[in-house]
């Protein structure tokens, strides 16, 4: 049975690139979001295995969505800005961890999972 992941990002084509990538790699994608409210809202109905979160949202950050969806799924924060701090801050949030898009792949958000 595939992983199922939910992409929050307020970037379409982000949304589209993340989806097409993660899909040819054996994911299933069930949902995406544009902000972290709608994004909160998709993780408790959709119940996603992994959130592909984005750090920067219009309405908040990824680190406070990870704190509300935190123990019902498996949240991967991800952003464009590469800072060694996002991964701790990222796990401190509840999130399993940080990967830059730069760097996102199928492997990448395995290796993050429990």
Not at 41 to 65: E, H, I, M, N, W
């Amino acid at each position: 049975m595939a992983t199922t992941v939910l992409i929050v990002d307020d970037h379409n084509a982000f949304r589209s690139r993340a989806k097409r990538m993660l899909e040819a790699e054996g994911f299933e994608v069930v949902g995406e979001a544009a902000d972290g409210a709608s994004g909160v809202d998709a993780a408790k109905r959709l119940a996603p295995d992994v959130v592909l979160l984005d750090l920067q949202l219009p309405d908040t950050t990824g680190f406070d969505v990870a704190r509300a969806i935190a123990g019902e799924t498996a949240v991967v924060i991800t952003s464009t800005r590469d800072d060694e701090e996002y991964d701790a801050r990222a796990r401190r949030s509840g999130a399993c961890g940080f990967v830059s898009k730069a760097e996102l792949s199928g492997a990448a958000i395995e290796e993050l999972l429990p």
